[in-house]
């Protein structure tokens, strides 16, 4: 699993909107679901102090006494309140990972997250107190994306002057809590309330949006540009149907076709992990006609199926051609695809016998051999392009009755 699957990123934005710099237990951490050696080596959090630990029962936020040595087969420390009176009466035992202390900073979140998010780096020095986070190049801006944890007197000033300052298309201010503000569409700076995702997406599309609301009719007819407010997930069951799902919802094309499903994934991985922006040639979809027939077979089924909230438009959108250059690729950005570890049980053969449904052997008809050749040269390819298992890999699975049949 990627280790940015296993970050506490709920915990550590809970963190961030109450400070810029604050500590986190090795406790909290664990029970989020996460490792603290994880977190400290992927720099989302650095080792920190044991003498910061503030007991949450504690009225006057000092700094307690810690006995470390008394109890420490057991794995406990005590601490003690040392005001007069204090706040509770001798030592108190907690665990040690209670104690034991990591710090969360903004700046080391927020540059993992840039990442995570396919920003790319801010130039130019955003002045305080905002935080620089990334630049998002989408819809044909140039987008900062800064941080502000605590909006204050002044809030509109600032954001336009640092705008100005950075020079930049537009601006999304991240903040813990969305402000009243008099920004207007001239100003083209959003206020964004962050909240994250299990995965650290900070789904910015939401803010596209407001600086954008024509984009959605703009997109269907430009090629050139991509769907980012849309999500896609590939995955398999062998020996049942294979699953695409569009911004979470499970989609009813490409179920039981392999070819079209691994053409799908071809420009899946293509567009997350190849050259060009994904571009590729139509010639690698293998269909073996000048009428395009794999293309029409894909956008038939984008067409098809319903997705709440995705126009069918939209939908047939997702498959972007370049006309008289023979291009295609997928209009959805590199960070919103994800390709299941399912996957890595996709395996086809060519084959000159198949099997019928009653179980007997036959000779393959010319289709069903074609099919499987093409199937096994997607799959290779795909592979190549960073889809889950091994490139070379051409071994078909007992659980893959389509395969073996040369399912289309």
Not at 11 to 20: A, E, G, H, V, Y
Not at 150 to 167: D, H, I, N, S, V
Not at 208 to 223: A, G, K, M, Q, W
Not at 257 to 276: C, H, M, V
């Amino acid at each position: 699993m990627p280790a940015d699957d296993v970050l506490p990123w709920t915990l550590l934005l809970s963190k961030l909107r109450r400070s810029d710099d604050a500590r986190v237990s090795y406790a909290e951490v664990m029970a989020a679901g996460a490792e603290p050696v994880l977190c400290v080596r992927e720099r989302v959090l650095e080792y920190g102090k044991d003498d910061d630990y503030e007991p949450p029962d504690c009225e006057r936020g000092c700094l307690p006494n810690l006995n470390y040595n008394l109890r420490a087969s057991e794995k406990l420390v005590g601490v003690a309140c040392p005001e007069e009176p204090p706040c509770w009466p001798g030592w108190k035992w907690v665990e040690r990972t209670e104690v034991e202390g990591l710090r969360c900073r903004a700046k080391d979140v927020f540059a993992k997250l840039a990442a995570r998010n396919g920003l790319t780096l801010l130039t130019g020095k955003v002045p305080k107190p905002f935080l620089g986070v990334g630049l998002v190049r989408r819809r044909g801006l140039n987008v900062a994306v800064v941080w502000l944890r605590a909006p204050k007197l002044g809030f509109e000033q600032l954001c336009r002057g640092t705008r100005a300052e950075l020079g930049v298309d537009g601006m999304i201010v991240l903040v813990a809590k969305k402000p009243p503000t008099a920004l207007t569409a001239v100003d083209r700076i959003v206020p964004f309330e962050l909240a994250l995702d299990a995965r650290g997406g900070m789904d910015l599309a939401r803010a596209l949006e407001e600086l954008t609301p024509e984009y959605r009719t703009r997109v269907i007819e430009d090629p050139m540009l991509d769907l980012d407010y849309v999500r896609l997930r590939l995955a398999t069951r062998p020996g049942d149907r294979h699953v695409v799902e569009i911004n979470g919802h499970d989609f009813g094309g490409f179920r039981k076709s392999d070819l079209k499903f691994l053409r799908l994934l071809l420009l899946a991985a293509a567009r997350r992990n190849g050259k060009d922006d994904g571009w590729i040639d139509k010639s690698r979809l293998r269909d073996g006609s000048d009428k395009d027939p794999a293309l029409h077979d894909l956008r038939a089924d984008l067409g098809k199926f319903d997705v709440p909230g995705l126009g069918e438009e939209e939908r047939k959108a997702l498959l972007r051609v370049q006309r008289g250059e023979g291009l295609v690729r997928l209009g959805i950005p590199p960070e919103n695809i994800e390709l299941d570890e399912s996957l890595a049980q996709l395996e086809f053969v060519a084959t000159t016998t198949t099997t019928k449904k009653d179980g007997t052997k036959g000779k393959a008809t010319k289709k069903q051999e074609e099919g499987l050749q093409n199937a096994a040269t997607l799959l290779r390819d795909c592979r190549r392009l960073g889809a889950p298992g091994e490139a070379e890999a051409v071994k078909t699975p007992a659980t893959s009755r389509r395969a073996s049949r040369g399912g289309t």
